[in-house]
């Protein structure tokens, strides 16, 4: 028990930084997808507030590195969530191609299992 408490603080912050960092960089690369969807073959039917969402989403991931590792992943873990009902409720419009959809729910589940491992070793 004692050969392992003195790495825990390290432990518990290495792993709150590093999934930060992961969730931050997914939903960069997630809002950048969905600009390229929009501005590419569905500008007309999303229109300019899913690219304004889809760059707040992303803003609020690169301010989410800045906070403790626990807030911060509590909001990456949130915007990963929002972002990806977003795209299931304009999928379900048909704002966006079917194929996106199913795609995306895939990505989201195993972007966020991660992301949910890195915060309860952080809270450990």
């Avoid at 997914?26 to 969402?53: C, H, N």
């Avoid at 191609?97 to 991660?114: D, K």
């Amino acid at each position: 028990s004692d050969l392992l408490a003195a790495p825990m603080p390290a432990l518990r912050e290495g792993a709150g930084r590093a999934g930060l960092i992961f969730g931050a960089m997914l939903i960069v690369l997630l809002a950048g997808e969905r600009w390229g969807v929009m501005r590419a073959e569905a500008l007309k039917t999303l229109g300019q507030l899913e690219g304004a969402l889809a760059l707040a989403f992303a803003t609020a991931a690169a301010a989410a590195v800045l906070l403790p590792p626990i807030a911060g992943l509590c909001i990456i873990i949130m915007v990963m969530m929002m972002q990806g009902l977003r795209d299931v409720i304009a999928v379900e419009d048909g704002r966006l191609p079917p194929s996106y959809g199913s795609g995306r729910l895939a990505l989201l589940a195993g972007s966020t299992a991660p992301l949910l491992v890195f915060l309860a070793v952080a809270l450990i």
